[in-house]
């Protein structure tokens, strides 16, 4: 079985920044992308941004410009580098590995207040 382990939330003023990580606890065969979600109280999990094996990105519209998503592969990490952050964005973030199956870690707080 494999685990995401997540790290690096927390609180963090308007403005501000973080780095979100994720790392799978063993090497997967045939990656085909990971990435991170987020689901904040009441509504739907949503995409945050995705990173494909070929290093392509896709960004959720709410973060274009503002969070920059990469990867590892050696590794089997990926990153999530969070700037200029609003309180709209805050969630439990979950990371998520596309191989074969769907792997979630178990999330991890961000919340953006002042």
């Known amino acids: 079985q494999v685990q995401l382990v997540e790290s690096g939330g927390g609180l963090v003023q308007p403005g501000g920044s973080l780095r979100l990580s994720c790392a799978a606890s063993r090497s997967i065969f045939n990656i085909y992308a990971m990435g991170w979600y987020r689901q904040a109280p009441g509504k739907q999990r949503e995409l945050v941004a995705t990173?494909?094996?070929?290093?392509?990105?896709n960004y959720g519209d709410s973060v274009k410009g503002r969070f920059t998503i990469s990867r590892d592969n050696a590794k089997n990490t990926v990153y999530l580098q969070m700037n200029n952050l609003k309180p709209e964005d805050t969630a439990v973030y979950y990371c998520?590995?596309?191989?074969?199956?769907?792997?979630w870690g178990q999330g991890t707080q961000v919340t953006v207040s002042s």
């Open positions: 990173i494909t094996s070929g290093m392509s990105t």
């Open positions: 998520n590995l596309k191989a074969t199956k769907d792997y």
